[in-house]
């Protein structure tokens, strides 16, 4: 069984280091053809690192072909590629903080804010989960088994109509009982769908209006085997409420695991967490080392 964060990463992005390290070891040898270079490139997009940071990362690989330590290099310069878009100053969740749980369908919003919630709680810090998903039925059902077996309060409200009043009511009992950290989770909703959008904006603007003691923090939930579309996900949820991070789920199993580099580069949104497996305990904090170690085959954890 592997246990630790890091080995759970590792682990994770198995699929999408085999593509990887097949291209670096092709140019550490030294032989670069345009066969070669074309087969790189192939390898490096099938992993969603994206056509600019491919782009960048083969120049990079033909002036550093043949030399013994293009492994440990190349370490550096994808941490370097990924650090400069990282915002290191933007805290986590703090004392007093909403996090907004946001993004399509199915990514999965719900886990991640029952798996965020554990770690918070896990952390010493007081958590109260609010169930804004008020469309579907068994949207609360599931999120009162998360709450029940992360041992965290739950505020919801079962014959609600409007998530903007549900958040309304959960705010103030948050205020009453001087919560640290209000996760919400919202429903699914397609970002071009404009009348799903705008209510996303609502309950924002509900938020940051009614409970100034509060800061607000919003995470979109990305699905990392959708690969590019998710780009666009985030782009149009981000012209609708600022985002502040990416919780990006599913990296277990995909070879998809280089949609990082897009995510950072690309939409310039810091990916902040990783859904690592469907258990409370399967969320890991991004790091740039830790990740771009594991990708490049590191020590496992
Ligand atoms: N393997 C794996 N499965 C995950 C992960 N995160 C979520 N899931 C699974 O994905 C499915 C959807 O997760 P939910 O949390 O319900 O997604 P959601 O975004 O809340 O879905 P809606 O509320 O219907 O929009 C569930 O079966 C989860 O167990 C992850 O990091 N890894
Ligand atoms: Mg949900």
């Given at each position: 069984?592997?246990?630790?964060p890091?080995?759970?990463?590792?682990?994770?992005?198995?699929?999408?280091?085999?593509?990887?390290?097949?291209?670096?070891?092709?140019?550490?040898?030294?032989?670069?053809?345009?066969?070669?270079?074309?087969?790189?490139?192939?390898?490096?997009?099938?992993?969603d690192v994206?056509v600019?940071?491919?782009?960048?990362?083969?120049?990079?690989?033909?002036?550093?072909?043949?030399?013994?330590?293009?492994?440990?290099?190349?370490?550096?310069?994808?941490?370097?590629?990924?650090?400069?878009?990282?915002?290191?100053?933007?805290?986590?969740?703090?004392?007093?903080?909403v996090?907004?749980?946001?993004?399509?369908?199915?990514?999965?919003?719900t886990?991640?804010?029952?798996?965020?919630a554990?770690?918070?709680?896990?952390g010493?810090?007081?958590?109260?989960l609010v169930?804004?998903?008020?469309?579907?039925?068994?949207?609360v059902?599931?999120?009162k088994?998360?709450?029940?077996?992360?041992d965290v309060?739950?505020?919801?409200?079962e014959?609600a109509?409007?998530?903007?009043?549900?958040?309304?009511?959960?705010?103030?009992?948050?205020?009453?009982?001087?919560?640290?950290?209000v996760?919400?989770?919202?429903?699914?909703?397609?970002?071009?769908?404009?009348?799903l959008?705008?209510?996303?904006?609502?309950?924002?603007?509900?938020?940051?209006?009614k409970?100034?003691?509060?800061?607000?923090?919003?995470?979109?939930?990305?699905?990392?085997?959708?690969?590019?579309?998710?780009?666009?996900?985030?782009?149009?949820?981000?012209?609708?409420?600022?985002?502040?991070?990416?919780?990006?789920?599913?990296?277990?199993?995909?070879?998809?695991?280089?949609?990082?580099?897009?995510?950072?580069?690309?939409?310039?949104?810091?990916?902040?967490?990783?859904?690592?497996?469907?258990?409370?305990?399967?969320?890991?904090e991004?790091?740039?080392?830790?990740?771009?170690a594991?990708?490049?085959?590191?020590?496992?954890?």
């Amino acid at each position: 069984m592997v246990s630790s964060p890091l080995g759970r990463l590792f682990k994770s992005l198995s699929r999408t280091r085999e593509k990887i390290l097949h291209a670096v070891h092709k140019i550490a040898a030294g032989k670069v053809s345009s066969d070669s270079i074309h087969e790189i490139e192939a390898l490096l997009l099938s992993a969603d690192v994206g056509v600019a940071t491919t782009e960048e990362i083969i120049r990079w690989l033909e002036s550093n072909a043949g030399s013994s330590s293009v492994g440990n290099d190349l370490r550096s310069y994808l941490q370097d590629l990924l650090k400069a878009e990282m915002d290191e100053s933007s805290s986590a969740e703090s004392e007093r903080t909403v996090v907004f749980i946001v993004g399509v369908n199915g990514t999965g919003k719900t886990t991640s804010a029952a798996k965020l919630a554990h770690s918070l709680k896990s952390g010493g810090i007081s958590v109260i989960l609010v169930g804004a998903d008020t469309y579907r039925a068994a949207a609360v059902e599931q999120l009162k088994q998360w709450c029940s077996a992360a041992d965290v309060p739950l505020i919801c409200n079962e014959s609600a109509q409007d998530p903007s009043s549900v958040i309304f009511d959960g705010l103030e009992a948050a205020s009453a009982r001087e919560a640290g950290t209000v996760i919400i989770d919202t429903a699914g909703r397609l970002h071009t769908y404009r009348n799903l959008m705008r209510e996303v904006e609502k309950m924002y603007r509900i938020a940051s209006t009614k409970f100034p003691d509060f800061s607000i923090v919003s995470y979109i939930t990305l699905d990392a085997n959708l690969g590019q579309n998710s780009l666009s996900q985030a782009r149009t949820f981000n012209e609708h409420i600022p985002l502040d991070g990416v919780i990006l789920t599913k990296m277990d199993g995909t070879a998809r695991g280089g949609i990082v580099f897009p995510i950072c580069r690309e939409l310039r949104i810091p990916v902040k967490y990783l859904g690592v497996g469907e258990t409370l305990e399967d969320l890991i904090e991004f790091n740039v080392e830790e990740y771009v170690a594991s990708l490049l085959g590191g020590d496992e954890g």
